[in-house]
């Protein structure tokens, strides 16, 4: 019997070094999909104006946000502090493009207790994201276009459905940072 399993053992020794062994998986490599979020990398700042709506009352608003890779280049990530009607509100979130679905998503909480999940897509300089988010109690359809202004800017609007219309609740413009120091350095010249 010890016979048997000391050449039970040989054998499974023998076959276990001529079968070539398997690299482990590899993570997943951003694709095209994952690098065109790289338009938004960086420091932006934000101003526009809000309607009232179920999301909070009208004015003005300005938003600065630091969006940076997350590890591994899949995902970006977003820390957001806003002024506005609703005061000071902290945000963060997470974009990243969803292969299977072949949709970009988009995560988000804020301190004011909104919690958002949005699907989108591209086309051209245009995103469009899309969810169904709780506001004033009840459910609401939602729209947020980003048209792109190359190569440092970008405007954008935030819309709900109602009855069947799109009613605009957000709009403004979002220029990148640095953009901003470059001008204002070349006019100092």
């Given at each position: 019997?010890?016979?048997?399993?000391?050449?039970?053992l040989?054998?499974?020794?023998?076959?276990?070094?001529?079968?070539?062994?398997?690299?482990?998986?590899?993570?997943?490599k951003?694709?095209?999909?994952?690098?065109?979020?790289a338009?938004?990398?960086?420091?932006?700042?934000?101003?526009?104006e809000a309607?009232?709506?179920?999301?909070?009352?009208?004015?003005?608003?300005?938003?600065?946000?630091?969006?940076?890779w997350?590890?591994?280049?899949l995902?970006?990530?977003?820390?957001?502090?806003?002024?506005?009607?609703?005061?000071?509100?902290k945000?963060?979130?997470?974009?990243?493009?969803?292969?299977?679905?072949?949709?970009y998503?988009y995560?988000?909480?804020?301190?004011?207790?909104?919690?958002?999940?949005?699907?989108?897509?591209?086309?051209?300089?245009?995103?469009?994201?899309?969810?169904?988010?709780?506001?004033?109690?009840?459910?609401?359809?939602?729209r947020?276009?980003?048209k792109?202004v190359?190569?440092?800017?970008?405007?954008?609007?935030?819309?709900?459905?109602?009855?069947?219309?799109?009613?605009?609740?957000?709009?403004?413009?979002?220029?990148?940072?640095v953009a901003?120091?470059?001008?204002?350095?070349?006019?100092?010249?």
């Open positions: 019997m010890k016979r048997s399993v000391a050449i039970a040989v054998a499974f020794f023998v076959l276990a070094q001529t079968i070539p062994a398997q690299a482990p998986p590899q993570p997943p951003p694709g095209p999909a994952h690098k065109r979020l338009y938004f990398v960086g420091t932006w700042t934000a101003e526009g309607k009232a709506s179920p999301f909070g009352p009208a004015g003005k608003f300005s938003v600065k946000e630091r969006n940076e997350f590890t591994g280049g995902f970006l990530i977003t820390h957001a502090d806003e002024k506005g009607p609703l005061g000071e509100v945000g963060l979130s997470i974009m990243g493009y969803d292969p299977d679905q072949k949709v998503t995560y988000a909480i804020n301190s004011g207790g909104m919690v958002e999940a949005s699907k989108g897509t591209v086309s051209g300089d245009t995103w469009t994201w899309t969810s169904d988010t709780k506001a004033g109690g009840k459910m609401v359809k939602s947020f276009t980003v792109e190359p190569p440092t800017s970008y405007n954008f609007k935030f819309e709900t459905m109602d009855g069947g219309n799109w009613t605009t609740i957000m709009e403004g413009t979002s220029n990148k940072v901003e120091k470059a001008a204002k350095a070349a006019k100092a010249k």
